[in-house]
Nanobody, 119 residues
Framework: QVQLVESGGGLVQAGGSLRLSCAASGLTFSSYTMGWFRQAPGKEREFVARISWRGDTTYYADSVKGRFTISRDNAKNTVYVQMNNLKPEDTAVYYC????????????WGQGTQVTVSS
């Protein structure tokens, strides 16, 4: 079965950095667009970033543009998001998700990893 497993979350001070990883298994990883989403307490899940199946196209939410960088390693079946200059408002559970390259919705989701940014 398909599994997406996030890691790399934790507690960091404002202005600090974290790199999240999402290891995928059970799917042809290189055929999937990968995305990162987040959900803060009391808020709806929101889009953070996505990267095309070949890794040549990326897209970011305005709130993270210039601070977060999404990347992927298809040889390792892993997608990353490098998060710099973190702010308290970045505190959330971060999820990775996979969408078939020709699809229109995300088919698979991870369990999430907590990111907490202290002020």
């Amino acid at each position: 079965q398909v599994q997406l497993v996030e890691s790399g979350g934790g507690l960091v001070q404002a202005g600090g950095s974290l790199r999240l990883s999402c290891a995928a298994s059970g799917l042809t990883f290189s055929s999937y667009t990968m995305g990162w989403f987040r959900q803060a307490p009391g808020k709806e899940r929101e889009f953070v970033a996505r990267i095309s199946w070949r890794g040549d196209t990326t897209y970011y939410a305005d709130s993270v543009k210039g601070r977060f960088t999404i990347s992927r390693d298809n040889a390792k079946n892993t997608v990353y998001v490098q998060m710099n200059n973190l702010k308290p408002e970045d505190t959330a559970v971060y999820y990775c998700a996979a969408m078939y390259y020709s699809g229109k919705k995300y088919d698979y989701w991870g369990q999430g990893t907590q990111v907490t940014v202290s002020s």
